[in-house]
């Protein structure tokens, strides 16, 4: 895959050897029925390439963006990152207009060396506001638990995080190899489907709100996206690769550009 084949933010990822490309090509096709517009990603950001290991013995790395918006969803956007065994890294937000009371949608699937680090929530940009949660949380909690049960837990977050994530944060640590694969297969990828799913229908569901709650919600979704850009567990990892002028710009201007 070579830049000259992805012209913008809506042309296919496809990576070689890329372990989450099941996962993005499915949330592609789920956000079809919206008829979603590609959104603004500079080229430099669309795919990067560079590597990583020994001099000797160096690996290549691929970075692919791929992003979209929809009337209801302001950005929709997915971080691909495959650098063999060192990294592959899928991060998948929805970043909902602020004109409806909705959630953030994020998936963070990662594999490093020591394993498997999996994440899946419908994130609140006002996590004390009933009118904003209750709603989400009573259709999303039957779904957290059932597959919760399922999957070894990740260990507690720290406190400062905790306003950025919902009691049905699906967060799990599993290892490399056969037993991680089943379970992905087996859990992961259904309890992706069934988030995803859910999220978009209270897409659906969801009817425009007046100026004050839009700002309101505004207001949330900035603190969450400053917090996201600023604790971003992928900027070691991409500054190696690239560089930490190409990492901050990423992360600032593609990734939580709010």
């Known amino acids: 895959m070579t830049a000259s084949t992805r012209s913008d933010s809506l042309a296919p990822v496809r990576i070689d050897g890329w372990r989450w490309q099941p996962f993005l090509d499915q949330a592609i096709a789920a956000l079809e029925p919206l008829t979603p517009e590609a959104y603004p990603v500079p080229t430099d950001f669309l795919e990067k390439h560079g590597t990583t290991g020994s001099k000797a013995k160096p690996v290549p790395v691929t970075t692919a963006t791929w992003a979209c918006s929809t009337q209801k969803l302001r950005q929709v956007r997915a971080a691909c990152v495959e650098a063999g065994a060192s990294a592959s ?31 899946l929530d419908l994130q609140p940009a006002l996590k004390e506001d009933d009118a904003h949660t209750q709603a989400v949380w009573h259709r999303l909690m039957p779904i957290f638990d059932r597959w919760k049960a399922e999957l070894p837990d990740g260990g507690p977050i720290p406190d400062e995080a905790k306003p950025y994530f919902s009691p049905a944060f699906l967060w799990t640590r599993i ?35 007046d100026d004050a709650r839009a700002d309101l919600l505004l207001g949330g979704q900035k603190r969450y996206t400053a917090y996201r850009a600023e604790k971003d567990p992928a900027r070691g990892m991409l500054s190696r690769f690239y560089g930490s002028e190409w990492t901050e710009a990423y992360i600032h201007d593609v990734l939580f550009d709010l």
Not at 175 to 181: A, H, M, S, V
């Open 175 to 209: 290892p490399l190899g056969d037993e991680g694969d089943a379970l992905i297969q087996a859990v992961i990828r259904p309890a992706f489907e069934e988030y995803l799913n859910l999220y978009l229908s209270l897409v659906d569901e969801a009817q425009p709100v």
């Open 89 to 119: 890294v899928l991060n998948f937000v929805i970043n909902p207009s602020c004109r409806y009371d909705l959630p953030f949608f994020g998936a963070d699937l990662v594999t490093l060396p020591n394993g498997h680090l999996l994440a």
